[in-house]
Nanobody, 115 residues
Framework: QVQLVESGGGLVQPGGSLRLSCAAS????????MGWYRQAPGKQSELVAV???????NYADSVKGRFTISRDNARNTVYLQMNSLKPEDTAVYYC?????????RGQGTQVTVSS
């Protein structure tokens, strides 16, 4: 069974940066697309960023220009670089991927933006 493990969350001040990592237990060539979504308390989940194996990316309007998703096939890892963080970015961030018709999901990592 393929597993996704996130890391890199934490507490950061407004305007700061974090990089989240999502490590897969096997090659990510066949996990397509892969992306990140977030869940804040009392709010619906929001798809934040998606990246295909062909290099296409898409972002939620709320993070465009601030977040960057990337895939490192050699390391079987997907990253989410988050810059200019705002308090409203506070949420649990989950990595996900589509794999042979099913959806993989990690356990989530907490991101808190607060002064």
């Amino acid at each position: 069974q393929v597993q996704l493990v996130e890391s890199g969350g934490g507490l950061v001040q407004p305007g700061g940066s974090l990089r989240l990592s999502c490590a897969a237990s096997r090659s990510i060539f066949s996990i397509n697309p892969m992306g990140w979504y977030r869940q804040a308390p009392g709010k619906q989940s929001e798809l934040v960023a998606v990246a295909t194996s062909g290099g296409s990316t898409n972002y939620a309007d709320s993070v465009k220009g601030r977040f960057t998703i990337s895939r490192d096939n050699a390391r079987n890892t997907v990253y989410l670089q988050m810059n200019s963080l705002k308090p409203e970015d506070t949420a649990v961030y989950y990595c996900y991927g589509q794999y042979y018709g099913g959806t993989l999901r990690g356990q989530g990592t907490q991101v808190t933006v607060s002064s």
